[in-house]
């Protein structure tokens, strides 16, 4: 394949968040003297803001309404990624790699605030030709809704392009959108053996998402 696109997911694959969105969400619960529920933590991954504040009134029982809690979540990690907000090592090199050869773009499960507090902090914004937050399309991920606007405001056929992930929800939202998947597993929040078989291709590091391997997926 000759790819048209490459789209990045950001938390857990550019940046080193996943344990601080974890850690701010179990944060709330604890100030309310809410137990933190089995499996919370992965049942969020990929969620849109819309879904996982539902879910954090609705399974975990935080006070208030899923907009409150949206908002003391993303105010909390505002405050964090303006002190220290943490880069996967290689993701800047990986991003201008890329960019230098195809149009980038990023599905991200985060909310629009952070996508770009982000990207800015990091120095890339300027590399990625398009954005989409989960919070902009109808579902998040396992759903494919994020990559499949991604690709259409590429202008790029899904089929046609190349998804980097890590979670298991994020690999199931890129493989449902058509995409050819390159994984990049954390090894702290591996993904299940079953999403990770969606993958086109399995790397360890960033650093190992070279051109080469891009150009030569399917």
Same mark, same amino acid.
């Given at each position: ?40 933590t ?36 505002a ?20 960019? !230098?050869?195809?149009? =980038?773009g &990023? +599905?991200?499960?985060s909310?629009?605030? %952070?996508? *770009? $507090?982000? /990207?800015?902090?990091l120095?890339?914004?300027?590399e ?23 690709c ?20 199931r ?6 995409m ?11 993904? !299940?053996?079953?999403? =990770?078989? &969606? +993958? ?5 590091? %960033?650093? *190992? $998402?070279t /051109? ?7």
């Amino acid at each position: 394949m000759t790819p048209r696109a490459v789209v990045f997911d950001m938390d857990g694959v550019l940046t080193d968040t996943e344990s601080v969105w974890d850690e701010v969400r179990r944060g709330l619960a604890a100030e309310e003297g809410l137990p933190w529920p089995a499996g919370a933590t992965r049942a969020m991954m990929g969620m849109s803001t819309q879904e996982w504040s539902g879910y954090l009134v609705g399974t975990v029982g935080l006070s208030g309404t899923a907009e409150e809690a949206a908002r003391r979540t993303i105010d909390a990690l505002a405050q964090r990624y303006a002190v220290d907000l943490p880069a996967l090592p290689g993701a800047v090199d990986a991003v201008r790699r890329l960019a !230098a050869r195809w149009p =980038l773009g &990023l +599905a991200s499960s985060s909310p629009r605030r %952070l996508i *770009d $507090v982000s /990207l800015t902090i990091l120095g890339i914004a300027a590399e990625f030709r398009v954005t989409v937050s989960t919070e902009e399309v109808g579902r998040g991920k396992p759903a494919p809704d994020g990559y499949l606007r991604a690709c259409e405001l590429l202008g790029a056929d899904p089929a046609q392009c190349v998804a980097i992930e890590d979670s298991s929800n994020g690999l199931r939202a890129a493989a449902a959108a058509g995409m050819a998947v390159i994984a990049v597993p954390r090894p702290d929040f591996p993904p !299940a053996p079953g999403a =990770l078989e &969606l +993958a086109d291709a399995v790397v360890p590091h %960033l650093d *190992d $998402v070279t /051109l080469d391997l891009v150009e030569g997926l399917r």
